[in-house]
């Protein structure tokens, strides 16, 4: 047999050549025999490589689509925790709304309104609960009286602050009923006339007394009559320092409802009393619209 390799020109199809003609000598074929053999040979070689390459390919496109989906979900990952906290942020931001709205409606909306000739309480309302005050700081330590429940802590960090000061400090007047002020301002009309007890003593329904939350101080040197209590240090300290404890002068000289009363303080919350000390405001001549945006903070 005469074998030429001359025709394979890579040293892979050459071996390729070899194997098939030993192949070939084994099994005693012709020439053709291993011709043919060699070139099924190379082509099921070039199949391969084909099919090969196409798999590397597959492979390499399957990889990629591996990368983008790796890549989608961490977007998709991102977006969701980045949506998560925003509906966290709203449900929160709601849950706090709703917290608010169910505060607001459990909180009477008189205590920060104007009362004196302005609006009106009627017969039936009181204070939803009331507190007694501590004996020792009554001017008559064998009275009664009684303070909104919310806003008496308030009061007992004045009156303390007062004594560590070594103001002798104390409430001769707190909460009024209805029918307590009609009887009182019958008596001030029988003593000094409508006319004059008109200037100094509301009418039954627009005392402030009537919400629970205003005190009448004084002093033993004082005592009932008031008379010169804004001559007294306890007047300059309340001046000094009220407000810090949520406590405002309802009546300050010059006001346009009643006659100066030094002796009579109302809670309206540290908040909005903060303000009217810093803005050097009074309660009865702010807007009321103002004064309601501090209804929810009155017994922060």
Do not use: C
């Amino acid at each position: 047999m005469n074998f030429n390799f001359t025709k394979y020109k890579t040293k892979e199809n050459k071996k390729i050549a070899i194997i098939a003609i030993i192949i070939a000598i084994i099994a005693g074929g012709s020439e053709y025999q291993y011709y043919s053999l060699i070139i099924k040979i190379d082509d099921n070689n070039k199949k391969i490589a084909s099919t090969t390459t196409e798999f590397e390919v597959r492979i390499k496109s399957l990889e990629d689509g591996v990368i983008g989906v790796k890549n989608d979900n961490k977007t998709l990952s991102d977006v969701v925790q980045s949506k998560t906290s925003s509906y966290d942020a709203q449900i929160g931001n709601i849950a706090g709304t709703v917290g608010s709205l169910d505060k607001l409606s459990k909180t009477d909306p008189q205590l920060i309104e104007k009362y004196s000739k302005v609006f009106f309480l009627n017969e039936h309302y009181s204070p939803s609960t009331l507190a007694t005050i501590t004996p020792e700081f009554l001017l008559n330590e064998e009275a009664r009286l009684q303070f909104h429940a919310s806003a008496y802590p308030f009061l007992l960090k004045l009156l303390q602050s007062a004594k560590n000061d070594k103001i002798e400090l104390k409430v001769i007047s707190a909460y009024r009923s209805f029918g307590k002020q009609s009887s009182l301002k019958k008596s001030y009309n029988f003593i000094y006339g409508a006319g004059t007890a008109n200037q100094f003593s509301a009418d039954q329904g627009y005392s402030e007394h009537q919400l629970g939350t205003t005190i009448d101080f004084t002093t033993p040197e004082v005592g009932s009559s008031f008379n010169n209590f804004e001559k007294t240090e306890a007047y300059d300290w309340l001046l000094n320092n009220a407000y810090k404890y949520g406590f405002i002068l309802s009546y300050p000289e010059k006001n346009t409802y009643y006659e100066f009363e030094p002796w009579h303080w109302r809670f309206v919350g540290v908040d909005l009393a903060q303000k009217l000390e810093r803005e050097h405001m009074t309660f009865y001549n702010t807007d009321q619209r103002e004064l309601d945006k501090y209804l929810l903070l009155i017994f922060n």
